[in-house]
């Protein structure tokens, strides 16, 4: 089976929000409502050297934008108790039948990246269904069209995979063999591997917001 994904690239990415945006307008979402959001993730700490200023040690910060993942397994599917939630066969695109879904919150509480969430205007549960409607007529999906650095784009996973690596975690997103997202990332120049640890620095909005 074809499977659609997208990639982003953290070094380009300059967190303007653009793709949020697009997506919401796209979509027609109300105020309070996204299926696109924007982590800003940083870390490291200071020191006092022997002339009394304060230099960096190990500093870094990225953003990740992200959206549903479309994942190979995906929890939300699993989880509905009406088989709303579906996953096309010609490419792997994941999304939610709303003359189907019940609104009962069950994939809000399995998917580990906090894509869908239950709308208050329409009593039912969204998210990113990848703009269906655009790339069925070969158009790019509203995010990626918008995206003033390219960091974001999107297609074949395998050839995703082919052009830009196999990386398909980067903090602060969970572990990728949770569910086999389809997505790549090229990480952060400033944190490679991953092994510097930080915070969201903007979890008000993007994480404890998700349920909204």
Not at 28 to 39: M, W
Not at 73 to 101: F, H, L, Y
Request: a negative charge.
């Amino acid at each position: 089976m074809s499977q659609l994904g997208f990639f982003h690239d953290n070094d380009s990415c300059i967190s303007c929000r653009n793709c949020i945006i697009a997506c919401k307008d796209k979509n027609d979402l109300p105020l309070g409502e996204k299926f696109r959001r924007v982590y800003d993730y940083a870390g490291g700490s200071w020191e006092v050297d022997t002339n009394g200023a304060y230099v960096g040690k190990d500093n870094f910060a990225y953003s990740v934008s992200v959206a549903c993942m479309h994942c190979e397994t995906p929890a939300c599917m699993t989880a509905c108790p009406v088989t709303a939630i579906k996953k096309r066969e010609e490419d792997g695109v994941v999304w939610i039948d709303d003359q189907i879904c019940i609104g009962c919150g069950a994939c809000v509480t399995a998917c580990p990246y906090n894509a869908p969430y239950l709308s208050q205007e329409k009593g039912i549960a969204r998210k990113c269904d990848l703009c269906r409607s655009l790339i069925d007529n070969d158009e790019d999906p509203a995010c990626v069209a918008c995206c003033p650095t390219r960091c974001l784009n999107y297609g074949e996973i395998e050839n995703l995979k082919s052009s830009y690596g196999d990386l398909q975690q980067v903090a602060p997103l969970p572990e990728a063999s949770m569910t086999g997202p389809s997505v790549v990332f090229n990480p952060s120049r400033l944190n490679p591997d991953g092994k510097l640890k930080g915070e969201v620095l903007n979890a008000p909005e993007e994480i404890e917001s998700a349920a909204v």
